[in-house]
C-alpha cells in the first residue's frame, strides 16, 4: 500500500502575492498571516526589522523594512504584488492649535503619500495581469471626525478619495479597491492613545475606553484585528469581485448613528 500522503490543498490564494504595510503587529500582522494561510505569499512590509523579519519568516513570507515617510523607501518596494493591503499607520493626540506640523506631515506621508506611491507602483503589475485587490485599512475616523485627531482623520479622508479613485481606473483591468473602516482595534496603537487621551479630555485613563473609545459603539468591546485581516482576506475572494470603492465598517455600530 502507499503510504505517501496526498499533497495539501493550494489555498485559494495560490501563485498570489501580498504586500501589506504595517506588517509586524496589530491589524497588519494579522493581514499578513491571513494571506500567508490562504496561500500567498507575502511582502511584511514594516519599520521595524525584527518583528518583520521574524514575522516572515514565520509564515515564508519576505520582509520589506523601509520608512514609509521617506518616499524614497517606499519606491524601492517591491512592484509585483497582486494585492496591496495599505495598513501602517501611526496617531497623535492634539489640540488642532497646538498640533505640531511636522507630526502633520509625517502622518500624511505615512498614511495618504505612501498609499498612493505603492498603487501607483502596482497597478501595472496588476493591469498586465487582469487582476489586482487593494485593500486600504482605512478607520471609522475616514467616515466621521473626533476632536483632537486631526492629521489622522485628515489622512484617513483622503484614503478614502484615494481607494475610490483607484476602484474607478482599476475596474476595466479586473482590479478592485476597498477601504475597511475599524473602531477602536484591540492594537499598540490604540493601547498608547489612552495616555494621550486622558491628557487631551482631562480624564483617568481608566475611564478613556469605557468613556471615550467605546462611547459611540453599540458593541461595547474592542475589535480584534483577526476579524479585520477576514474581512480583508475576503475582498480578495471570487465572492467579492464586484465590490469596489466601497468603505465596510467594522465599527460595532458606530456609524449606525
Excluded at 28 to 43: I, L, Q
Excluded at 50 to 62: C, D, F, S, T
Amino acid at each position: 500500500m502507499d503510504t505517501t500522503s496526498a499533497a495539501a490543498p493550494a489555498g485559494p490564494l495560490a501563485g498570489r502575492t501580498a504586500l501589506v504595510t504595517g506588517a509586524a503587529s496589530g491589524i497588519g500582522r494579522a493581514c499578513a498571516e491571513a494571506f500567508a494561510a490562504a496561500g500567498a505569499r507575502v511582502y511584511v512590509v514594516d519599520l521595524a526589522a525584527g518583528p518583520a523579519e521574524e514575522l516572515a519568516a514565520r509564515i515564508g513570507g519576505v520582509a520589506a523594512v523601509a520608512d514609509l515617510s521617506d518616499p524614497r523607501a517606499v519606491e524601492d518596494l517591491p512592484d509585483d504584488a497582486d494585492i496591496v493591503v495599505n495598513n501602517a499607520g501611526l496617531q497623535h493626540v492634539a489640540p488642532l492649535h497646538e498640533f505640531p506640523t511636522e507630526r502633520f506631515t509625517q502622518i500624511q506621508r505615512v498614511m495618504v503619500e505612501a498609499p498612493f506611491r505603492i498603487i501607483r507602483r502596482t497597478l501595472p503589475h496588476m493591469y498586465e495581469r487582469e487582476w489586482g485587490r487593494i485593500v486600504n485599512i482605512s478607520s471609522v475616523h475616514g467616515l466621521r471626525a473626533s476632536a483632537f485627531k486631526s492629521a489622522y482623520v485628515t489622512a484617513k479622508h483622503a484614503l478614502e478619495g484615494l481607494s475610490k479613485t483607484a476602484a474607478l481606473e482599476g475596474a476595466p483591468y479586473g482590479v478592485t479597491s476597498n477601504c475597511i473602516n475599524p473602531g477602536y482595534v484591540r492594537t499598540a496603537l490604540v493601547e498608547k492613545q489612552i495616555a494621550a487621551q486622558a491628557l487631551a479630555h482631562g480624564i483617568r485613563e481608566d475611564e478613556v475606553v469605557e468613556q471615550i473609545m467605546l462611547d459611540r459603539t453599540a458593541v461595547k468591546r474592542l475589535i480584534e484585528p483577526d476579524e479585520v485581516a477576514q474581512l480583508a482576506l475576503w475582498l480578495c475572494s471570487p465572492s467579492a469581485s464586484c465590490i469596489t470603492g466601497a468603505s465596510l465598517p467594522v465599527d460595532g455600530g458606530w456609524t449606525a448613528h
